[in-house]
């Protein structure tokens, strides 16, 4: 079956990094997506990994490792409205998605 | 504006009483999914459409039917909804060949 392992919560303070770490295990893999919610609003895309390495956009970055099965969001300079849950999915034929982590990000 | 579709955004209805929510894209995309949030659980997929005329199940499609009869719509029918339906749903779309997925302002639907 597919499973997507990511942590269910993560606190970090203003201007900090932090790195949400995601371990799939699927029959059918092209990429891996990044989504981030906020509360009471719908999840909006922030980055997708079809090959191994570093994608960056602007303080966010996402890492993919195909071999191990295991990517990361890494979010930069850490600001208030950071605090929100961040998503990872893995793309197959179709788009499968992780519990979620929610980041809160404190003064 | 490239946008998801979705009605209504709030439903509030009786067991058994059957509903329709109607999810619509205007980007032509191929591929569209449906998903249910509940807290704790994440977002998962009831069905998804890689193109018209062709659907598959998801992780929890138990009560739920869909159809794809035009590129652009894909609805989530609920022939007899029961009080654990009680959700937020999300509608999808994106071109079979990326990985961006765009969604709908979502539906949130109580079953009494």
């Known amino acids: 079956g597919q499973s997507l392992e990511q942590p269910s919560e993560v606190t970090a303070v203003e201007g900090a990094i932090v790195q949400i770490n995601c371990t799939y295990q699927?029959?059918?893999?092209?990429?891996l997506s990044w989504y981030q919610q906020h509360d009471g609003g719908a999840p909006t895309f922030l980055s997708y990994n079809a090959l191994d390495g570093l994608e960056e956009t602007g303080r966010f970055s996402s890492f993919l490792s195909r071999s191990d099965s295991y990517g990361y969001l890494l979010l930069q300079e850490l600001q208030m409205k950071d605090s929100a849950s961040y998503f990872c999915?893995?793309?197959?034929?179709?788009?499968?998605f992780g519990a979620g982590t929610r980041l809160t990000v404190k003064p | 504006e490239a946008q998801v579709t979705q009605n209504p955004r709030y439903l509030i209805t009786v067991t058994g009483k059957k509903l329709t929510v109607t999810c619509s894209q205007n980007m032509n995309h191929e591929y569209m999914s449906w998903y249910r949030q509940d807290p704790g659980l994440g977002l998962r997929q009831i069905y998804y459409s890689m193109n018209v005329e062709v659907t598959d199940k998801g992780d929890v499609p138990e009560g739920y039917k869909v159809s794809r009869k035009e590129k652009r719509n894909f609805p989530l029918i609920l022939e007899s909804p029961s009080p654990n339906q009680t959700s937020l749903y999300f509608c999808?779309?994106?071109?079979?060949?990326?990985?961006?997925?765009?969604f709908g302002e979502g539906s949130r639907l109580t079953v009494l």
């Open positions: 999808a779309s994106r071109a079979t060949t990326l990985g961006e997925l765009f």
């Open positions: 699927t029959s059918g893999f092209y990429g």
């Open positions: 999915a893995v793309k197959g034929n179709d788009m499968r």
